[in-house]
């Protein structure tokens, strides 16, 4: 009992240490979503152009810049406001480290939850022919095979809608600070994954994988939905094997 309540304590310790004040703000998750963003980005983006050279480093650059032109300057703003604006609220940030137990009840709902969510407001989007043919249909632009950053290549609308989806449940339900941040970085870097264009061993069998995503970027059916999990897909009979 003992080592599943202090197991996490080192982790948010340090966490205090180094970021003071900032583990009680809501920068923190902005800041973990944009590492969920940015790493598997960068990595895949080294696979692209120096492993497997599939993309010049030029056509790369091209890519990001597509999807992230605007992204970009908005996190660097929104991280520099959380950081020096004080707010007139934070989220509860106690002394005390979440156990294994809570954390891992937490990150398995957040990913549940969130990939519901993202699902039927998915299913959503592509029902609705105004809102699919002025605001969702950008993200189809990208066919396959995709990259890494087609993830981000999507309507500031859908953005924000489905940031909202994501990570639903860290904002409605008590969540530690700990966890909503690891659980934010977890799932946002799993969606942008989903459309990294490579079959990943073992990865492919836990979450919705970037050879079924191809699917539904080339099939007018909705196939292959869920950007996180396949769970919704399979039960709602959008699941297509690839």
Known sequence: MMNNELALQP?????????????SSPGLILAAVILGVYVPGVIFSIVDVFVTKRLSLRDCCAVYWRAMKWYSPVYIGAI???????????????????????????ILFYFLVGDFASYVWHRIEHANDT????????????????TIWTAMVVHP???F????????YGILFPIHPLTFAIAAFSITAVTMITHCGYRIPVYDK?????????????????????????????????????
């Open 80 to 106: 520099l406001f959380f950081a020096f604006v004080p707010l007139p609220f934070k989220l509860d940030a106690p002394a005390s480290a979440p156990t294994l137990i809570e954390f891992f009840r937490d």
């Open 206 to 242: 836990l979450f919705a994988n970037a050879a079924c995503h191809d699917l539904h970027h080339a099939n007018r059916a909705p196939t292959n939905v869920s950007v996180v999990l396949t769970v919704c897909d399979r039960l709602f009979g959008t699941y297509q094997k690839a």
């Open 131 to 146: 809102y699919a043919k002025k605001v969702h249909y950008y993200h189809h632009t990208d066919r396959p095979p995709l």
């Open 161 to 168: 809608s489905v940031f909202l989806c994501f990570h639903i």
């Open 157 to 159: 609308v859908e953005g």
């Open 11 to 23: 982790v948010w310790d340090f966490w205090i240490k180094h970021l003071g004040d900032f583990v």
